[in-house]
């Protein structure tokens, strides 16, 4: 397949995956009120925003938004310097040599007039750009595998594309660097464009073998000065025009100059344009694989940036809301920063879920949003990760490509739980964050959740007649006691004696004109039950689940009992009880048959 051939072709792949890709930010969505949009509508929501954000005042915020975080990278130049650094050399880099060298033909040559990839400065930039990109691939490298940062992740996706790069580059520089010192060439050069004598041909090559590196097999120096003034007369008249001094290309005559005995004896052989074929699969392989690869950041950050620059929750189209976070999630360049800045991050050396950090959710977001078909082990285990979070907004502010990850956790949150799955974190004080944006929630959205996880608590810790049951010795669990005495807090509900002042204080008991029938036990109630060992009884009071977790309770108890800790201490058991029995149906069902969420 000719060059032509070859070029087509990449072109039309990273054309059919770009399109895939933006349609897919109109076509997914994990807001299920977004999600009733039609895509038709979504795109019409999209071009009337851009359109009249371009005719209004925001137009100036834009083009700030464009040189100080696009052009500059100012955010990442906050968060670190080295990762500045190393950005702007391979994000630099990267775009002059697509521009100015990949694209040539449809961006350089008709700016240009008399553009030729062998003069100045196109000579020397192409070089330059190969540099930047080396260098930051080299740091990028350093970073990943040798700095050890904590809870950095490399995947195959990272290291992939750092290898094709370094191929591109590298194969690039000694392509040049052959062509540099290839006779072959020289001489298909001069039989083409030059009509000249024995006496001058020979002139000519003496000039390019003693200034322009040219390895050649026939003519050997010193050279006569008139016969070098003779050869740079010749090459002013005849080469000059298209060929600038390759001491200009920095990194290929370098390696002429290294590699000329190598490259004189493979150049018979071909080398030059083995090096093209690598060379420029390389490059193909690398165009058709941009949209499906980390690569596509650079040009979906610059939008990210842009698009929030612009856009709030509260008073952005919800279409465009949708959209944007589906673009975001391919804005992810996966540089760890929000991983580093995490509050919760380092629980995940106690607990091992990768969904912890943020910058490994990305994906399982992706999975989740686009419709793959998730077992409900890996449901539960991205949920985990999720509502770890603690909503301290450390991530957004530390993303370098200006995702609104806070947004986006909560969205992810709301999703995996329309999945039917129980969470039972939305009774804990990692709730808060769902209750004060419960008012912007349809009630019944907000409320499903909760009904949710209390029927199965019911279900799973509900004796049948309990309250109307006299309670003897046989519902006594000594276990319980023992489990709930291991910790500070538990260990404190042993100085209770039943004074009700937890219950007084309670703002729950105090909102229901008769409480015992609406929560089933009082807060010191739940405290004796817990005492004697009664985990059921505990265990299935409303009372214990819809504590607000105020602290009311604690702060006013005389016997210093650690009212509302306690309550969390149980709540845990309970979890990990239900937790229990449902992995160990779960996997009974994968083992029958793979049964899915």
């Known amino acids: 397949m000719s060059f032509n051939g070859f070029f087509y072709v990449a072109l039309t792949i990273f054309s059919l995956g770009l399109f895939y890709k933006i349609s897919g930010w109109f076509r997914y969505s994990l807001d299920a009120k977004a999600g009733e949009i039609t895509p038709a509508k979504r795109v019409y929501a999209a071009i009337k925003g851009i359109f009249l954000t371009l005719f209004s005042a925001k137009i100036s915020v834009l083009v700030k938004v464009f040189v100080v975080d696009v052009l500059f990278q100012a955010r990442t130049f906050s968060v670190s310097r080295f990762r500045w650094f190393m950005h702007m050399c391979l994000f630099g880099g990267f775009m002059g040599l697509l521009f100015m060298h990949a694209?040539?033909?449809?961006?350089?040559?008709?700016?240009?007039?008399?553009?030729?990839?062998?003069?100045?400065?196109?000579?020397?930039?192409?070089?330059?750009?190969?540099?930047?990109?080396?260098?930051?691939?080299?740091?990028?490298?350093?970073?990943?595998?040798?700095?050890?940062?904590?809870?950095?992740?490399?995947?195959?996706?990272?290291?992939?594309?750092?290898?094709?790069?370094?191929?591109?580059?590298?194969?690039?520089?000694?392509?040049?660097?052959?062509?540099?010192?290839?006779?072959?060439?020289?001489?298909?050069?001069?039989e083409e464009y030059s009509d000249l004598d024995e006496r001058e041909l020979v002139a000519l090559e003496s000039y390019w073998i003693n200034d322009f590196g040219v390895a050649s097999p026939n003519v050997k120096g010193p050279f006569e000065k008139n016969t070098l003034a003779l050869g740079y007369e010749l090459h002013e008249e005849n080469c000059a025009a298209c060929h600038s001094p390759p001491q200009w290309a920095l990194l290929s005559y370098g390696a002429s100059k290294i590699a000329k005995p190598v490259f004189a004896t493979m150049d018979r052989r071909g080398l030059p344009t083995f090096l093209w074929y690598i060379h420029f699969l390389a490059c193909f392989i690398g165009l058709a694989y941009i949209p499906f690869s980390k690569m596509f950041h650079m040009f979906v950050s610059p939008l990210s940036l842009l698009a929030n620059a612009v856009m709030d929750r509260e008073t952005s189209?919800?279409?465009?809301?949708?959209?944007?976070?589906?673009?975001?999630?391919?804005?992810?360049?996966?540089?760890?920063?929000?991983?580093?800045?995490?509050?919760?991050?380092?629980?995940?050396?106690?607990?091992?879920?990768?969904?912890?950090?943020?910058?490994e959710k990305i994906a399982a977001v992706k999975a989740l949003a686009t419709g793959k078909n998730l077992s409900g082990q890996e449901l539960m285990t991205i949920q985990r990760g999720l509502v770890l979070c603690t909503n301290c907004y450390r991530c957004t502010e530390a993303c370098p490509v200006g995702i609104n990850l806070q947004d986006l956790w909560f969205d992810v949150r709301e999703a995996l739980l329309r999945k039917e799955y129980p969470e039972f974190y939305l009774f804990s004080t990692l709730s808060l964050y769902r209750g004060n944006k419960s008012e912007e929630m349809v009630r019944a959205r907000y409320q499903k959740p909760l009904h949710r996880v209390r029927q199965a608590i019911d279900n799973t810790f509900r004796l049948a007649g309990m309250r109307e049951t006299v309670i003897g010795h046989t519902h006594l669990n000594n276990g319980f006691k023992r489990l709930l005495n291991l910790s500070a807090q538990g260990h404190t509900s042993s100085a209770c004696f039943s004074c009700k002042t937890c219950t007084m204080a309670c703002p729950v008991v105090r909102n229901f004109d008769t409480p015992g029938e609406k929560l089933g036990m009082m807060p010191h109630q739940i405290i004796h039950a817990a005492n004697l060992g009664l985990e059921d009884l505990a265990f299935s009071s409303k009372m214990l689940w819809s504590c607000l977790g105020c602290y009311e309770c604690q702060e006013h108890c005389p016997q210093g009992v650690e009212v509302a800790d306690v309550f969390y201490e149980l709540k845990m058991l309970a979890i990990n009880r239900f937790t229990e029995k449902h992995l160990t149906r779960t996997n009974l069902e994968n083992k029958a048959g793979g049964k899915r969420l």
């Open 103 to 190: 694209l040539d033909r449809f961006i350089t040559a008709p700016l240009f007039a008399d553009y030729y990839p062998t003069l100045n400065p196109f000579l020397f930039l192409r070089n330059l750009f190969a540099a930047l990109v080396l260098t930051g691939l080299v740091l990028a490298a350093y970073r990943r595998f040798f700095l050890k940062e904590p809870r950095l992740f490399s995947n195959p996706m990272d290291i992939f594309t750092m290898i094709l790069l370094a191929v591109i580059m590298v194969s690039g520089i000694l392509l040049e660097g052959a062509k540099i010192s290839s006779h072959t060439r020289y001489q298909d050069m001069v």
């Open 317 to 359: 189209d919800p279409a465009n809301i949708a959209t944007k976070q589906m673009m975001e999630l391919d804005a992810c360049m996966h540089c760890g920063s929000c991983t580093l800045r995490c509050a919760v991050g380092v629980s995940y050396e106690e607990i091992p879920n990768v969904y912890i950090l943020p910058s």
